[in-house]
């Protein structure tokens, strides 16, 4: 569940595109988060702030990396 802001951490095992997709209960996108053509290998992260481009209800929701 998210309620206001989350930092959602996490690693890959080598280089190369890298979208990091926020998704509604729908599995419709809602806000792409990080979107890098060659990201390095190793830890990542991606900020999740409600309040900012556009009002998100407070709830779930899933990611796609």
């Known amino acids: 569940p998210v309620s206001n802001d989350a930092t959602i951490r996490f690693a890959t095992s080598r280089r ?6 926020l998704l509604d209960l729908s599995g419709r ?6 979107d890098q053509s060659d990201a390095p290998a190793g830890m990542h992260q991606a900020v999740f702030t409600r309040g900012t481009e556009g009002r998100l209800a407070a709830g779930v929701y899933f990611w796609r990396i």
């Not at 190369?16 to 997709?21: A, C, D, Q």
């Not at 996108?29 to 990080?34: E, I």
Request: hydrophobic share 40%.
């Open 16 to 21: 190369g595109p890298l979208r990091f997709t």
């Open 29 to 34: 996108r809602v806000r792409t988060l990080l």
